[in-house]
């Protein structure tokens, strides 16, 4: 299995918004609406930001967005903070009762 | 609160054998599908293995498959991945994580396996 595919890095000034985009397949994003997120600053464990495409669990700030169209899922951070600083990864179940995870992408704050 | 923590990483020569654990509390360990992630040097996230609550459901990623072995011990509340015929690409950080509904939903610190010779 693959994983997702991420763009390496997306940058924004504070108070921008910035989207990372993930994009699967059929046999993943593409059947299942349990793509979740999770953001991983340096030497850190990762946090669960969106789950179910667009959920946010308790106390993950409300600029924090996602969606999905097709194959494609993605997370936004609107009024993007300098504490917004790390990696992004999503992930989706596939239709083998795997996981699959994106290959990453770093949010740089300008 | 959840606490996952694991332990067990080490040193350990290509071919060699590792088992890692992942002690929980703070939830109801018999009730949870548990999963292991591990993320190589540098690099991202990536899948190894999971399991139900009742331990007659595993699954696992085709790089570790026929080498790897979850199981758990719900009455030590205690998630392990048994590695054997290890390779110096299974170098990585092994975080230990509990699935609520399709998230990963609780994360522990992580261990370090390191193959090399």
């Known amino acids: 299995q693959s994983a997702l595919t991420q763009p390496p890095s997306v940058s924004g000034s504070p108070g921008q918004s910035v989207t990372i985009s993930c994009t699967g397949t059929s046999s993943d994003i593409g059947t299942y609406n349990r793509v979740s997120w999770y953001q991983q600053p340096p030497g850190t464990a990762p946090k669960v930001m969106i789950y179910d495409v667009n959920n946010r669990p308790s106390g993950v700030p409300g600029r924090f967005s996602g969606s999905k169209s097709g194959n494609t899922a993605s997370l936004t951070i609107s009024g993007l903070q300098a504490e917004d600083e790390s990696d992004y990864y999503c992930t989706s179940p596939t239709s083998s009762g795997t996981y699959v995870f994106g290959s990453g992408t770093k949010v740089t704050v300008l | 609160d959840v606490q996952l923590v694991e332990s067990g990483g080490g040193l350990v020569q290509p071919g060699g054998s590792l088992r890692l654990s992942c002690a929980a509390s703070g939830f109801s360990f018999s009730s949870s599908a548990m999963a292991w992630v591990r993320q190589g040097p540098g690099k991202g996230l990536e899948w190894v293995s999971s399991?139900?609550?009742?331990?007659?459901?595993?699954k696992y990623a085709d790089s570790v498959k026929g080498r790897f072995t979850v199981s758990r011990d719900n009455f030590k509340n205690t998630l392990y991945l048994q590695m054997n015929s290890l390779r110096a690409d299974d170098t990585a950080v092994y975080y230990c994580?509990?699935?609520?509904?399709?998230?990963?939903?609780?994360w522990g610190q992580g261990t370090l396996v390191t193959v090399s010779s």
């Open positions: 994580a509990k699935l609520d509904n399709f998230r990963f939903d609780s």
């Open positions: 399991i139900n609550p009742s331990s007659d459901y595993t």
